[in-house]
């Protein structure tokens, strides 16, 4: 008898005897141990774990959390419904975000509007009460690690990630009040990659690709070249490892877009523009400069360009697959502008030949239903692009339009990428050539499923669903497949990690 049957039945029992409404837990059963002891007591914690019996059957874990002290008067709410602001001092709601409510903002509310911050982005403003729902306060705590007492590890007792929804949603996101997170996740992801760091980019022994995917390419040949540069870029990944079929396999990546402007500034435009709708640049972190565009600052207020910090992303990954020798020569990007410039930026890295153009596909724009309660502005054109001095196929056709004004069903949302995709694939094949799809954090689980599903002509019906991951995908998350069988691999480059902060106020130097 496991102890969550002994725990299940006990529960069971104190309820009929109390004539109380107690539900047991059946999902997994958790044991706290609070950090703030007395250092007196410690001889005695450490003696009392060695008093404790696991049943046979268990999978224990420690895992450290935290949580934001700023917020210890506060409840958690999690947004159950998407908001877009239509004024300054209101809140973005994304679903699935948690959002911080002091306990007496409903009740003083007289339209049920209320303040509160988002987890997510850490801005505060006004929402509406309605578009949220009470959950644990241990739902927003942050997990740094989780480590294995290693107690038969098996399927039927792990606890799976949808049953804590701080893992399945939002542990990965960076805290900004996590003390050592980005050291720690740093280490871990070092650890995993250590062989690349070592051997690839210090020593430049071998390459990635024999570290990650058991092939291997002359490291030396391929230093200096940019992944346009001739066909002799791609014949030194195909041809001068192993040459075994695995080798002539292509690559097909997707990745999300980089930081966003109005997720880091918030409503920036009505500040941002003066009253001849000329762009004011209010920080180092935003850009330079913004291409002309019909609709000027209101289309900009709903299609947001990328912080300077989001460009960098994605000249980084660009490089990191430069280095790698993974050459790209077909870049498909969703038709928002901080997806064109993404790609931009990614070809910029990548050290790309100039015939190594964006193609701009509205296809692989996300779920239109999230932005139908504000409205979407529309898409910038090729003509508005290339002036703007971003690298797009003037002649490329998309496979899908998008109507900016009408919704659309989650099944319409999952076939319009889908028909990108598989197109993209048939179209390249021809000419071969590795493939990258840049657009949004379901970009990545879109491609998966539209490549496994490639050719596929069982009857079956699909399971279209968000997914339960969509708020774990990171700026410049990178996602890899392999074709002849399909197949989700490991990357062919690390990933990286980055946290976000506060404006510096020099004042503060006065004090000193």
Same mark, same amino acid.
């Not at 809140?91 to 209320?114: A, N």
């Given at each position: 008898?496991?102890?969550?049957?002994?725990?299940?039945?006990?529960?069971?029992?104190?309820?009929?005897?109390?004539?109380?409404?107690?539900?047991?837990?059946?999902?997994?059963?958790?044991?706290?141990?609070?950090?703030?002891?007395?250092?007196?007591?410690?001889?005695?914690?450490?003696?009392?774990?060695?008093?404790?019996?696991?049943?046979?059957?268990?999978?224990?874990?420690?895992?450290?959390?935290?949580?934001?002290?700023?917020?210890?008067?506060?409840?958690?709410?999690?947004?159950?419904?998407?908001?877009?602001?239509?004024?300054?001092?209101?809140?973005?709601?994304?679903? &699935? !975000?948690?959002?911080?409510?002091? $306990? =007496?903002?409903?009740? *003083?509310? #007289?339209?049920?509007?209320?303040?509160?911050?988002? /987890?997510?982005?850490?801005?505060?403003?006004?929402?509406?009460?309605?578009?949220?729902?009470?959950?644990?306060?241990?739902?927003?705590?942050?997990?740094?690690?989780?480590?294995?007492?290693?107690?038969?590890?098996?399927?039927?007792?792990?606890?799976?990630?949808?049953?804590?929804?701080?893992?399945?949603?939002?542990?990965?996101?960076?805290?900004?009040?996590?003390?050592?997170?980005?050291?720690?996740?740093?280490?871990?992801?070092?650890?995993?990659?250590?062989?690349?760091?070592?051997?690839?980019?210090?020593?430049?022994?071998?390459?990635?690709?024999?570290?990650?995917?058991?092939?291997?390419?002359?490291?030396?040949?391929?230093?200096?070249?940019?992944? &346009? !540069?001739?066909?002799?870029?791609? $014949? =030194?990944?195909?041809? *001068?490892? #192993?040459?075994?079929?695995?080798?002539?396999?292509? /690559?097909?990546?997707?990745?999300?877009?980089?930081?966003?402007?109005?997720?880091?500034?918030?409503?920036?435009?009505?500040?941002?523009?003066?009253?001849?709708?000329?762009?004011?640049?209010?920080?180092?972190?935003?850009?330079?400069?913004?291409?002309?565009?019909?609709?000027?600052?209101?289309?900009?207020?709903?299609?947001?360009?990328?912080?300077?910090?989001?460009?960098?992303?994605?000249?980084?990954?660009?490089?990191?697959?430069?280095?790698?020798?993974?050459?790209?020569?077909?870049?498909?990007?969703?038709?928002?502008?901080?997806?064109?410039?993404?790609?931009?930026?990614?070809?910029?890295?990548?050290?790309?030949?100039?015939?190594?153009?964006?193609?701009?596909?509205?296809?692989?724009?996300?779920?239109?239903?999230?932005?139908?309660?504000?409205?979407?502005?529309?898409?910038?054109?090729?003509?508005?692009?290339?002036?703007?001095?971003?690298?797009?196929?003037?002649?490329?056709?998309?496979?899908?339009?998008?109507?900016?004004?009408?919704?659309?069903?989650?099944?319409?949302?999952?076939?319009?990428?889908?028909?990108?995709?598989?197109?993209?694939?048939?179209?390249?094949?021809?000419?071969?050539?590795?493939?990258?799809?840049?657009?949004?954090?379901?970009?990545?689980?879109?491609?998966?499923?539209?490549?496994?599903?490639?050719?596929?002509?069982?009857?079956?019906?699909?399971?279209?669903?968000?997914?339960?991951?969509?708020?774990?995908?990171?700026?410049?998350?990178?996602?890899?497949?392999?074709?002849?069988?399909?197949?989700?691999?490991?990357?062919?480059?690390?990933?990286?990690?980055?946290?976000?902060?506060?404006?510096?106020?020099?004042?503060?130097?006065?004090?000193?």
């Amino acid at each position: 008898m496991t102890s969550k049957t002994v725990i299940h039945r006990f529960i069971s029992k104190l309820g009929f005897l109390a004539a109380a409404n107690v539900n047991a837990q059946t999902k997994s059963l958790h044991m706290s141990l609070a950090y703030h002891f007395d250092i007196s007591a410690f001889d005695s914690l450490k003696s009392l774990t060695g008093e404790l019996e696991f049943p046979e059957l268990s999978n224990w874990e420690i895992r450290l959390y935290s949580r934001d002290p700023r917020f210890t008067n506060h409840k958690v709410y999690k947004v159950i419904q998407g908001y877009t602001p239509k004024v300054c001092d209101e809140l973005e709601l994304v679903i &699935g !975000d948690y959002v911080y409510v002091e $306990e =007496s903002e409903f009740d *003083s509310s #007289t339209d049920g509007w209320v303040r509160g911050t988002s /987890w997510l982005t850490g801005l505060s403003g006004y929402l509406p009460g309605i578009f949220v729902q009470r959950t644990a306060d241990s739902d927003a705590w942050t997990l740094h690690r989780a480590f294995s007492l290693g107690f038969r590890n098996c399927m039927e007792c792990k606890s799976s990630d949808s049953e804590t929804n701080t893992e399945g949603e939002m542990s990965n996101y960076p805290h900004e009040d996590a003390a050592a997170l980005a050291h720690e996740k740093s280490e871990e992801t070092y650890q995993e990659w250590e062989k690349y760091w070592r051997e690839v980019q210090n020593d430049r022994s071998e390459s990635v690709l024999r570290i990650t995917q058991g092939t291997s390419i002359d490291w030396k040949s391929t230093m200096g070249q940019g992944v &346009g !540069d001739s066909e002799n870029s791609t $014949e =030194s990944v195909t041809s *001068s490892g #192993t040459g075994t079929e695995a080798n002539n396999r292509r /690559w097909f990546f997707a990745m999300r877009h980089g930081e966003r402007v109005d997720l880091t500034y918030g409503q920036w435009v009505p500040f941002c523009f003066d009253k001849n709708d000329t762009y004011i640049r209010k920080d180092l972190n935003m850009p330079l400069h913004l291409p002309e565009r019909a609709g000027g600052s209101a289309s900009y207020a709903k299609d947001t360009p990328l912080t300077r910090v989001g460009r960098l992303q994605a000249r980084l990954v660009g490089e990191a697959l430069r280095l790698a020798g993974v050459p790209v020569t077909h870049v498909y990007a969703s038709a928002a502008l901080r997806c064109v410039e993404t790609a931009h930026n990614f070809l910029e890295g990548l050290q790309a030949d100039p015939s190594v153009k964006i193609k701009v596909e509205p296809g692989l724009f996300e779920f239109k239903h999230w932005y139908m309660p504000g409205g979407m502005a529309p898409f910038m054109t090729l003509r508005e692009l290339h002036k703007a001095g971003y690298n797009v196929d003037l002649k490329y056709i998309p496979h899908v339009e998008v109507d900016i004004e009408v919704s659309e069903t989650l099944e319409q949302w999952y076939k319009r990428n889908e028909t990108v995709i598989h197109s993209a694939v048939r179209e390249t094949s021809a000419d071969g050539g590795n493939v990258i799809f840049i657009g949004h954090a379901s970009t990545l689980d879109l491609m998966v499923y539209a490549l496994k599903r490639f050719g596929w002509k069982r009857s079956e019906p699909a399971n279209y669903q968000i997914s339960k991951n969509l708020l774990r995908v990171p700026y410049c998350a990178l996602g890899a497949m392999r074709d002849n069988p399909w197949q989700v691999v490991s990357p062919p480059c690390p990933p990286s990690i980055n946290s976000s902060s506060g404006r510096f106020d020099w004042k503060i130097l006065l004090d000193v």
